[in-house]
């Protein structure tokens, strides 16, 4: 009896120990939230479809509305200038946007929520969809994600998701970023 409970008791500790670093390597893959904002603002200048815009409305997914990473993002978001709104994936619906446009929205994503269902509803509304986690880009979860790689800023475009989103980067950014075709 004494070595199952010391069993159990080990593999409670192995599954708290792998899901902390699994935490700890989501968080780390992030860009800093004030660093992204910047880089993000930026970057709407340059989308056909934002750059004229004078009120931009960040609807942030996450896995839960409240929480210490999507309070910072939506935080950093707010003192930019931008109007952001954090939602689940179940909350994405025509509802919830009824009176927003691809002229004035975008979709920032966090990791570890259903890509899927975020991905068909930008590609559906014709929202940006954006992370500062530089692997959702590279697997075609966002268009655009931005990083700091060695110290400077990285941007990672994924040319088919930018598409199926109907919208256009000037090429002059694009010559900047790492573009995935």
């Not at 559906?124 to 990083?147: M, Q």
Request: proline fraction near 3%.
């Amino acid at each position: 009896m004494m070595t199952i409970s010391r069993q159990l008791r080990r593999a409670l500790v192995s599954f708290t120990l792998i899901t902390a670093a699994a935490s700890i390597a989501a968080a780390a893959e992030m860009a800093d939230p004030g660093r992204q904002s910047d880089m993000f603002k930026r970057i709407f200048s340059y989308d056909k479809d934002l750059r004229g815009s004078k009120k931009i409305v960040v609807i942030v997914v996450g896995e839960a509305r409240k929480g210490p990473e999507v309070d910072k993002v939506a935080a950093v978001f707010r003192e930019k200038g931008l109007f952001p709104a954090v939602v689940t994936v179940s909350d994405l619906n025509d509802d919830l946007t009824a009176t927003l446009t691809p002229q004035s929205t975008v979709i920032y994503v966090m990791p570890g929520i259903a890509y899927d269902v975020v991905r068909e509803f930008a590609a559906k509304k014709g929202f940006l969809s954006i992370s500062g986690a530089r692997s959702l880009a590279e697997e075609g979860h966002v268009a655009v994600s931005v990083d700091v790689k060695g110290g400077k800023p990285e941007i990672v475009v994924n040319i088919a998701r930018l598409e199926s989103e109907r919208h256009e980067l000037s090429s002059e950014l694009l010559n900047l970023a790492r573009v995935i075709r």
